[in-house]
């Protein structure tokens, strides 16, 4: 069951999603293509936290297909996990781990393929650790590579390899460590400059926090895991492991009094995730919907007619057929919305602080550019024929427009500016 006090907490961070076993028959509503998959529900911001805190069980999700709008009903107590972000960004989580053991028995290696595939996290080895004695023994190298063989084994075929490294073992020297905690995962580049490896560990040069180049050194003492990018070489040393790590596998794994006891075993590949498949949202919402869909899951732009003349847009950006409003992008800007349009303050072309005014009959286009999916909507029957005129019609039998918007005043370093781009498809204005 996943916990109901956490949920709110997870939506303040900003999206969320809701991870479902698409051959659970407890959810109705499912895409045909559902079946064999992790199904990934965006769910939307306020609509959804507010739905569930007053059932505190099915969500409703709609969703759109190539064949039109839908609507999954999902179970919330059949969930196998809920995904976001924590108060400074980072990926968290809540786990509902009797459903996600029905599917393995590493949920959290299962999560972080998932996390990876959707763009929220980075690429992350999997140290898979056998979990049974007979998994063990099979892991057992005939003979067990040194330190220095067994990342050259993992580098073989100039592929990227990662260190397991353990913070606490003095003359560990590497960018950008953690903040906190005593493990630290490095992908060693094949391209790396000046990397050496010898019998006392490996050093390298690097490009630090400060810009300068920086010497690196990796004691192999440091040193308790080693794999390949593919997953398909690695190697493990229990004694050196961190000592976090090692509270946590003690806990987690059956076969941790035989593990501690071994100087290396091989790492066996992760199980291949299982496919996922992403809802996407209705492709038909109006300019109102898709604004605040897009603004509950993150950054986004809205392009508005300027043509259109109940829009008021600032007097130097009026030479534009359209203006961007791109939103939480690292721009100063706000955006609200009421049932008329929308008001938003952006920079205008010097960079000063400006207002725009539009109703949502001048809203020719919304892109969500939220971690994952990217969705957008446009409404062809918006573009006035002042707007239309300023369009080109590609071989591709599409409209597009493309500009610069600037947004700040010039420098020595030139102007910066907004790249805009506006595409739909063919349509007759009258």
Known sequence: MIAGDKILTLFQNGPVLLVIDGDDPVHAGLPAGARGHLVVAPLVGAWHRDALARTGGDVQCRYGTERGEHTATLRLDHGLALLGCGPHHEPAGILNPQRLAALGDNPGLLIQQLLTSLSLAPPQPSWNFPRDDASVAALLPANAPSKRAAVERARA?????????????????????????????????????????????????????????????????????????????????????????????????????????????????????????????????????????????????????????????????????????????????????????????????????????????????????????????????????????????????SWHLALQQPCGAETAAGRPMLEVALTLPRLDVH
């Open 157 to 397: 075929g100039n592929l990227p390899c990662w260190l397991g490294l353990n913070m606490q073992v003095p003359g560990l020297r590497v960018v950008a460590p953690p903040m906190a905690g005593d493990v630290h995962n490095v992908l060693l580049m094949p391209d790396t400059a000046e990397l050496r490896i010898d019998d006392v560990g490996l050093a390298w040069r690097q490009v630090g926090v400060s810009g300068a180049i920086e010497d690196m050194h990796v004691p192999y003492g440091a040193l308790w895991g080693v794999q390949s990018f593919d997953a398909e070489t690695g190697f493990c040393w229990p004694p050196q492991l961190a000592p976090s790590l090692r509270t946590t596998l003690e806990r987690a794994l059956p076969t941790w009094d035989t593990l501690s006891r071994l100087e290396c075993i091989a790492i066996a590949p992760a199980t291949p995730a299982r496919p996922s498949l992403l809802l996407q949202p209705p492709p038909a919402l109006t300019p109102r919907e898709a604004v605040d869909w897009a603004l509950q899951q993150g950054p986004l732009m809205v392009l508005v007619d300027r043509t259109d003349l109940r829009v008021r847009s600032p007097a130097n950006l009026r030479q534009q057929p359209v203006v961007a409003i791109a939103h939480q992008v690292g721009l100063p800007t706000s955006l609200v919305v009421d049932e008329d349009g929308l008001v938003a303050n952006l920079p205008d072309a010097n960079g000063a602080p400006a207002t725009l005014r539009a109703p949502w009959t001048a809203v020719v286009a919304v892109q969500s550019m939220a971690p994952f999916g990217h969705p957008s909507w446009n409404w062809p029957s918006h573009v006035s024929a002042s707007l239309m005129d300023a369009m080109q019609f590609d071989a591709d039998g």
